[in-house]
């Protein structure tokens, strides 16, 4: 009996649990199930052999007597005859030799270019000569392996046109060409295969190395954002907390104030109304004294009735209405407009310092000045760190040497003694590019917050906390840690500054009708920069010539 007759057309293997549709056709009941679940939408049902259609979907019964005859006959050995999943689909790769239904290939052969399942592969196996044939996976595209000009199989390479040809093609229109066996260019081609697989390789290595690292960075910038949200909650806390408590503390002492002075006055007041009762007591005695018609009467009690009692001192009255505690107010205001006008600067500060955080690698160093210039920041000099001889102008942006004293306020962050230095308003992190126009002789620094303001260690570049390129007499020198290093390159009355804070890079330019590099250092930033100044101490030596012509730099507004 054929095996076929009693396998589902659904699955191709033989029926399990048979039901039997309306229309006379057998399945395995979880097969026609799901074929007629997918169908559900429709809500028309079909036979997947026939293609009779049911409007109801039938009801499934296990047709029994079909079951124990599937049952019998794997009893029987029938079971032997190939499972139905052996035979070649619309999508597999078909034995050559089969007759009638084909089998599954298993094998396809480069030399016979045909396909074999394993019952006709046996004699690749068995013949001498077919042993040495080449064996691979099953493939449809054999024909492709025959020249279409010759039909005969390509078995060489064209090197020159890079295409496959057989022996004819190399005698004829390839003649004089590059020509190779196919193993051979197989084998080159295969050696350049693993050098590239190689380099895929290592670049995926490196690109996962690269994306766990920003796995790392997002969980780092996650995590210091979450702190730093945190700690300015608790500074600004702390800091409203401050000024409620100024503020009590204020409003006490005014009441305190208050309350002494109301209680001064009323004492006043009730002693200029006593005072006011007992002369109006008086002037009615003396009303009715007066009208005494008997004159030795008058005389006699005139004496003791004209004396007046000592009058309280008005002179120290001093009216000033609506007055008393005006000027508190305007201390007030004035401390008022103080904290706005540092929450102001210092919003700016946080401002550019939050949104110039940078997260992915830094980037090149840029090549022209049009591309500095895009990171161009405008900078202004800090009037409360400027040395009490420079003076500052054009917005606070010019700095000037004076021989004279200038009346700047006592300030902790003032620079103090020989050198003459000023810092920036402004912080400088992320990327950043400054131009100085200088005349005489200066250094063009960058400077922590925490330098010391005063002795030999506050000069720029004479500690660890400063960088200064020293601009004098048509050379340069730069400074850092005390240590000098002499620098060539064309002198220029304008240096330009660049700093990427997170790259660690800082570089100097000469800037005229082109752009020369001066120097660069690698480092790493700890803090915030800030931009410097700093200018000789020529005056100390008496030379009055020498104010003729006084120091100045100049920080240029970029466009």
Known sequence: MDQTKFCCSVCLDLLKDPVTIPCGHSYCMNCIKSFWDEEEKKKIYSCPQCRQTFTARPVLEKNTMLADLVEELKKTGLQAAPADHCYAGPEDVACDVCTGRKMKAFKSCLVCLASYCEKHLQTHYDSPPLKKHKLVEPSKKLQENICSRHDEVMKMFCRTDQQSICFLCSVDEHKGHDTVSAAAERTERQRELEV?????????????????????EVEAINQSADQTVE??????????????????????????????????????????????????????????????EDHIQFLHNYPSLSALSESTDSSSIN???????????????????????????????????????????????????????????EITLDPNTANTQLLLSEGNRKVTSMKQQQSYSDHPDRFTGWWLQV?????????????????????????YKNISRKGYESEFGRNDKSWALECYNNSFTFWYNNIQTRVSGPCSSRVGVYLDHRAGILSFYSISETMTLLHRVQTTFTQPLYAGLCFYFRFLFGNDDVYCYPDTAELIELK
Request: aromatic share 6%.
């Open 231 to 292: 700690h300015s909650e608790k500074f600004f806390t702390e800091l409203i907390h401050l000024i409620q408590k100024r503020s009590s503390d204020v409003k006490q002492q005014i009441r305190s104030q208050q309350e002494t002075e109301v209680s001064r006055v009323k004492e006043l007041q009730e002693k200029l109304e006593q005072e006011i009762t007992e002369l109006k007591r008086k002037d009615a005695e003396l009303k009715q004294l007066s009208h005494t």
């Open 196 to 216: 590239s697989r190689q380099n895929i390789q290592q670049r995926i290595q490196d690109r996962e190395k690269d994306v766990k690292l920003l796995q790392q």
């Open 319 to 377: 009216i000033r209405p609506l007055s008393y505690f005006e000027d508190v107010t305007a201390a007030v205001s004035e401390v008022r407009d103080k904290l706005q006008d540092i929450l102001r600067e210092e919003r700016t500060n946080i401002s550019l310092t939050v949104t110039e955080v940078d997260v992915l690698l830094s980037q090149p160093e840029p090549k022209t000045r049009a591309g500095f210039l895009k990171y161009s920041r």
């Open 423 to 447: 810092l920036s308003r402004e912080s400088l992190t992320g990327r950043c590019y400054w131009e100085v126009e200088w005349r005489g002789g200066v250094y063009v620094a960058v400077a």
